[in-house]
């Protein structure tokens, strides 16, 4: 039990599929992030939302549409996506945005995403 | 501009031995300093973080990490391996001198204990 719980766990999805990733945290905080970890590439940061509010947007394609409703769930919104997209898709959330704190940041287990 | 290296791919120890995985970062100003573990198949778990105060940190597992300000890095160390630490590490630096700054996470570095 992370705290950060993603669904699904994993998921398959053709190029013209429309699907969603859901993220929900239960600590109490209020930043939230998604994380792409791709093979023998660095955690690349995609989205951060800081009290519900988009605060950066990574240079990260249209096809990949967040959405976070309240400060405890997070949702990323896939479409027409490529397969170079497939990777693990990491939720992560702290007390509060990447501001001037040393706030940890804690990740869920992530959502295993393949393209075919 | 703030980085973070980690510049082993992978480390292979005995268990029962002391481990090391080296981390080492470049800030403009003074540097948060995290290590994050990640079992197969498994999200990131924080191990222990820098903040400020003692450059020894203890965590979890067993865990230390030490900060040296002179040589810019933050080796992850353990007295005694044990094959259930075989796992991706990965370390990350935030450089407080700079308000926009964000967390910076290493390419990872894969301990193996061997029995």
């Known amino acids: 039990e992370t705290g950060v719980t993603q669904t699904p766990r994993h998921l398959v999805m053709g190029m013209t599929n429309k699907k969603s990733l859901k993220c929900e945290q239960h600590l109490g905080h209020n930043a939230m992030y998604w994380y792409k970890q791709s093979a023998k590439k660095p955690l690349e940061l995609m989205f951060v939302?800081?009290?519900?509010?988009?605060?950066e947007n990574n240079s990260v394609p249209s096809r990949f549409s967040p959405e976070c409703p309240n400060s405890s769930h997070l949702f990323l919104h896939l479409h027409t996506l490529q397969p170079e997209d497939s990777a693990l898709y990491l939720c992560?959330?702290?007390?509060?945005?990447?501001?001037?704190?040393?706030?940890?940041?804690?990740f869920g287990e992530g959502s295993w995403l393949t393209v075919v | 501009a703030q980085s973070v290296a980690q510049p082993e791919d992978q480390v292979n120890v005995a268990e029962g031995n002391p481990l090391t995985v080296k981390c080492t970062y470049s800030?403009?100003?003074?540097?948060?300093l995290f290590w994050y573990v990640q079992y197969p198949n498994r999200g990131l778990q924080f191990l222990l973080k820098y903040i400020t105060g003692d450059n020894l940190v203890k965590g979890s597992y067993g865990f230390e990490a030490e900060f040296n300000k002179s040589q810019t890095s933050f080796h992850l160390k353990k007295p005694s391996a044990l094959v259930s630490d075989s796992a991706l590490y990965f370390c990350?630096?935030?450089?407080?001198?700079?308000?926009?700054?964000?967390?910076?996470f290493g390419s990872g570095t894969r301990l193996s204990i061997r029995p």
């Open positions: 990350a630096v935030r450089d407080i001198g700079s308000s926009a700054s964000k967390i910076i």
């Open positions: 992560a959330s702290s007390q509060d945005g990447q501001g001037l704190s040393g706030n940890t940041i804690y």
């Open positions: 800030v403009s100003g003074n540097p948060y």
């Open positions: 939302y800081n009290f519900k509010e988009q605060t």
